[in-house]
């Protein structure tokens, strides 16, 4: 099946969307809630499944729309079509600060691997499945649980990484050790296993948990420089209603208490 | 004779990874006897010879198989994701690669046994606490019965007389004399030789109702009393009250119903505090099953005969109650549907028990005074 070729602009620094240039006909499908604006001759349609058309009958879209839950996202997706005349533009914004990588599944084989949540949009007719990690401990300790997000198809896919994105190319046998969490996607012959640090001094005063995810190439790699999780507990444990209300943590201020009297945007 | 792997060059198309590759070329692999030959896609061969390739298993959910090798200090790498190829060289081992391909073959087994493995504990840690409280829900009449046999009957009476403080001020009890007397005595006289020390009340209370509370409290409502047309009928109702003692029908329900936690507290022998006014609402609440009114219903029965009342007596009160069963002053039967049923049974078991005993006298007791000293 052809796919949809779609154009694209990135737009934005640190909390970017992707504007995708759709000719007549073509069209595009996001996750639910990602849409930020499309313009006049797009039409919207909502469906069951992941929206490639792979899936036929009502079972194969029920079995499609039970693995999106497993991964976490919405039953349905959003397929933008355009019915109008000339190009016209709909864009998919990234639900938390970070980076949208394009990833055109060619390049990687045809298939990535990559986190739950991750996925922002692609050409209709990508394919999205699972990947369920069959590595007990990977999946376990490995920071992205047994189910991970699959893209398989030959258009453009859209992911979104927290903080600053960054591709590393490994080389056939090169072994990356990164913190788990960090890994946003991977091609499929690389291999990610985790490995326990080795020291229990480490383990317990470096702060980086007991286990690195390690990746062994060949391949590419995506990873994230803030994970949504790490982003989140430090903005709980910022928070004057951690722990009970009462404590937060300060900017630093020699004032202290004080300074919290003159910064003014204490209620 | 050993089964000689086949000379055949085994081809298959694969992804080779060299030191500035960074995307997988598009290959295909020949191997013939002693060596790897590469073809890219340009025409050029390449030849390594197999004693320098090590084979080992790699990729996403190690399915990948992995040709690798060193080249003027590079790593090189020819990857085979298709697992039908794979399955033809695990069948018939090119030469030269034997022995890697038992290796990998090993290899796989053991991480397929090892995932299996893993899988099968987790999923029975799963399992296994649901398979309990399966269990548990599945035979919960059983449990309940073993707890209930765990219960002395001491302990029985002290958590009754517990029990029965806690509803008694929801009592409105009274003792007129021909009436206490009365009820007294057709109460040992059923009761005689049991091993629980019964008490009987006289509640005051226009609905036609009784009840009994584990360890031998009775209590019978005056609309009960004012019911009855005789000492038997009166009778009848309370050798089913008595049978619901004697077979520890409410203990078995409370401890069904509050499961473990009871169980503990008798244990424990602790029966002051929460527990009794929890088990006195609990009673007030409990409807015994349609299997445990009717053992009352024949055992009570038998009972009578036993002690030589008549069981007639229980057949017409509840006829009578059958007839009032609408009303909702009637409680005595009105949880329990198939009313007809159980006067049917109990004819049944009256023209069946006629015959084999004799005729027995009427209780020697003045009904009308009875009923006569009831307060209005």
């Known amino acids: 099946m052809a796919m949809d070729i779609i154009d694209y602009k990135i737009v934005g620094n640190d909390m970017q969307y992707v504007e995708v240039e759709l000719d007549p006909g073509e069209a595009a499908v996001?996750?639910?809630?990602?849409?930020?604006?499309?313009?006049?001759?797009?039409?919207?349609?909502?469906?069951?499944?992941?929206?490639?058309?792979?899936?036929?009958?009502?079972?194969?879209?029920?079995?499609?729309?039970?693995?999106?839950?497993?991964?976490?996202?919405?039953?349905?997706?959003?397929?933008?079509?355009?019915?109008?005349q000339g190009k016209k533009h709909v864009s998919f914004a990234a639900p938390y600060p970070g980076h949208i990588i394009p990833i055109h599944l060619p390049?990687?084989?045809?298939?990535?691997?990559?986190?739950?949540?991750?996925?922002?949009?692609?050409?209709?007719?990508?394919?999205?499945?699972?990947?369920?990690?069959?590595?007990?401990?990977?999946?376990?300790?490995?920071?992205?649980?047994?189910?991970?997000?699959?893209?398989?198809?030959?258009?453009l896919a859209f992911v979104h990484a927290g903080g600053t994105v960054c591709q590393k190319i490994l080389a056939p046998g090169e072994v990356l050790r990164l913190d788990t969490g960090c890994l946003v996607a991977m091609e499929s012959t690389v291999d990610f296993d985790i490995e326990y640090v080795g020291k229990i001094k480490s383990a317990l005063f470096s702060g980086e948990g007991l286990f690195f995810a390690t990746l062994r190439?060949?391949?590419?790699?995506?990873?994230?420089?803030?994970?949504?999780?790490?982003?989140?507990?430090?903005?709980?444990?910022?928070?004057?209603?951690?722990?009970?209300g009462g404590s937060r943590r300060e900017e630093g201020s020699l004032l202290g208490g004080i300074g919290d009297l003159l910064d003014g945007d204490n209620r | 004779m050993r089964r000689t792997a086949s000379l055949a060059a085994h081809s298959f198309?694969?992804?080779?990874?060299?030191?500035?590759?960074?995307?997988?070329?598009?290959?295909?692999?020949?191997?013939?006897?002693?060596s790897l030959v590469i073809c890219l896609a340009d025409g050029v061969r390449q030849a390594v010879p197999l004693t320098s390739v090590k084979l080992s298993r790699g990729g996403f959910n190690q399915t990948q198989w992995q040709f690798q090798w060193k080249q003027d200090g590079s790593n090189w790498m020819v990857i085979l994701s298709d697992t039908n190829i794979q399955q033809k060289l695990l069948s018939s081992p090119p030469v030269g690669l034997e022995k890697e391909i038992e290796a990998l073959k090993s290899g796989q087994r053991k991480s397929?046994?090892?995932?299996?493995?893993?899988?099968?504990?987790?999923?029975?840690?799963?399992?296994?606490?649901?398979?309990?409280?399966?269990?548990?829900?599945?035979?919960a009449d059983k449990i309940a019965e073993w707890g209930v046999e765990k219960i002395s009957t001491a302990q029985e009476a002290s958590l009754g007389n517990a029990i029965f403080e806690a509803q008694k001020t929801g009592l409105k009890l009274i003792n007129p004399a021909p009436a206490q007397s009365a009820l007294e005595e057709i109460g040992h006289k059923l009761t005689d030789g049991s091993s629980y020390q019964y008490q009987f009340y006289i509640n005051n209370d226009p609905s036609i109702n009784a009840f009994a509370i584990p360890g031998g409290v009775i209590v019978v409502n005056t609309g009960l009393i004012k019911a009855s047309d005789s000492a038997e009928e009166l009778a009848g109702v309370l050798a089913h009250e008595v049978q619901h003692v004697e077979l520890r029908h409410s203990l078995k329900g409370m401890v069904k119903d509050l499961g473990l936690q009871a169980l503990m507290q008798f244990a424990w022998g602790d029966y002051s505090g929460a527990l009794p006014a929890q088990m006195a609402k609990d009673l007030s609440q409990l409807s015994f099953s349609r299997s445990q009114e009717e053992e009352a219903d024949l055992r009570g029965f038998d009972l009578l005969v036993n002690k030589?009342?008549?069981?007639?007596?229980?057949?017409?009160i509840?006829?009578?109650?059958?007839?009032?069963?609408?009303?909702?002053?009637?409680?005595?039967?009105?949880?329990?549907?198939?009313?007809?049923?159980?006067?049917?049974?109990?004819?049944?078991?009256?023209?069946n028990t006629h015959s084999t005993t004799k005729p027995m006298a009427p209780l020697n007791i003045k009904w009308a005074v009875v009923k006569a000293s009831l307060p209005q």
């Open chain 1, 30 to 84: 996001g996750e639910a809630g990602t849409m930020m604006y499309m313009e006049d001759g797009i039409v919207m349609d909502t469906v069951f499944g992941d929206g490639s058309e792979q899936q036929r009958g009502f079972l194969g879209k029920l079995m499609g729309a039970g693995k999106r839950l497993l991964t976490g996202e919405s039953l349905f997706t959003t397929i933008f079509v355009n019915q109008g």
């Open chain 1, 107 to 155: 390049d990687v084989g045809g298939t990535l691997i990559c986190q739950k949540d991750s996925f922002l949009c692609a050409a209709k007719g990508v394919s999205l499945g699972i990947a369920f990690q069959r590595k007990l401990g990977a999946g376990f300790f490995g920071g992205e649980g047994f189910i991970m997000q699959k893209l398989d198809g030959d258009g």
């Open chain 1, 217 to 244: 190439g060949p391949g590419r790699v995506w990873l994230q420089s803030l994970p949504l999780s790490r982003m989140a507990d430090r903005i709980v444990s910022a928070s004057k209603y951690a722990q009970g």
């Open chain 2, 13 to 34: 198309a694969g992804q080779c990874f060299g030191p500035d590759k960074a995307k997988g070329d598009d290959v295909l692999v020949e191997l013939v006897p002693g």
């Open chain 2, 112 to 139: 397929k046994l090892f995932s299996r493995l893993g899988w099968t504990i987790i999923t029975l840690i799963i399992l296994i606490p649901i398979a309990l409280l399966g269990l548990f829900w599945w035979k």
């Open chain 2, 308 to 316: 030589q009342i008549n069981p007639k007596g229980m057949v017409s």
């Open chain 2, 318 to 351: 509840y006829e009578k109650l059958e007839k009032d069963g609408g009303k909702p002053a009637v409680t005595l039967l009105s949880t329990h549907p198939d009313t007809k049923t159980r006067v049917l049974q109990l004819k049944e078991r009256m023209v």
